[in-house]
């Protein structure tokens, strides 16, 4: 079965440092995988995705991921975080049952002034 | 244009209550989720619909819960005889279609959710 841990619960970061935000997956083959942010009463908004070639993704708002296969990880950065980005941040996979994704836990950023 | 909505944004059911949930996608997406999020957790499947065709309801905790889509479009979730366990935001998404495992891949886009809570 596919699962995602998210090892932060809750990050502090201030305005303008550099961010991180750890995702490990389990999954038996090349996942699909996402990440996502969600700010309080609001749904889910699709930051960026991977499903194959170029390991590195950009995606929306300046952040960027990595997928490392040996390390089953798909770490969120952004270089320099803006008080807009505090919210929630999940990262989900998607195996090949499609359309069911697997999401985890959230980390919740809060950004210092 | 129009994104997914969801109403009511919120409801308070008392213990054993039905309640009814709804859901409209965005006009043209084949492919509608739904999705429970229990407070402090990510979002856990509940059940997928392509089309009017219900293909995945492994996510269901109970046969108390239930999902439909009779035209292909506007889903409804309803929970009978609720529990305080039922409590929690249940999220709605739609997308144009599913990724496969030959590739192809269409966004799922979520609703604001309903937030639940059973009293």
């Known amino acids: 079965a596919q699962s995602v841990t998210q090892p932060d619960i809750h990050i502090t970061v201030s305005e303008g440092a550099s961010l991180e935000l750890r995702c490990n997956y389990s999954y038996g083959a090349t996942p699909y995988l996402f990440w996502y942010v969600q700010s309080p009463g609001q749904g889910l908004q699709l930051l960026l995705k991977?499903?194959?070639?170029?390991?590195l993704v950009q995606g929306i708002k300046g952040f960027e991921a990595e997928f490392k296969r040996s390390q089953s990880s798909f770490n969120l950065r952004k270089p320099s975080v803006h008080w807009s980005d505090a919210a929630e941040y999940f990262c989900?996979?998607?195996?090949?049952?499609?359309?069911?994704?697997?999401f985890g836990d959230g980390t919740t950023l809060t950004v210092k002034p | 244009g129009a994104g997914v909505s969801q109403s009511p944004r919120y409801k308070v059911a008392k213990r054993g209550q039905d309640v009814a949930l709804r859901c409209d996608p965005i006009s043209g997406h084949v492919s509608l989720f739904w999705y429970q999020q229990a407070l402090g957790q990510g979002p856990e499947f509940l059940t997928y619909?392509?089309?009017?065709?219900?293909?995945?309801k492994s996510g269901l905790p109970s046969d108390r819960f239930f999902a439909e889509r009779p035209e292909g479009s506007v889903s409804t979730l309803k929970i009978q005889r609720t529990q305080q366990e039922d409590s929690a935001v249940y999220l709605c998404a739609s997308s144009r279609s599913t990724g496969t495992t030959s590739g192809g891949f269409y966004e799922q886009y979520f609703g604001p959710g309903t937030r639940l809570t059973v009293t």
């Open positions: 989900a996979v998607e195996g090949t049952n499609a359309g069911k994704s697997t």
């Open positions: 991977y499903f194959s070639g170029d390991t």
């Open positions: 619909f392509q089309n009017e065709a219900q293909l995945d």
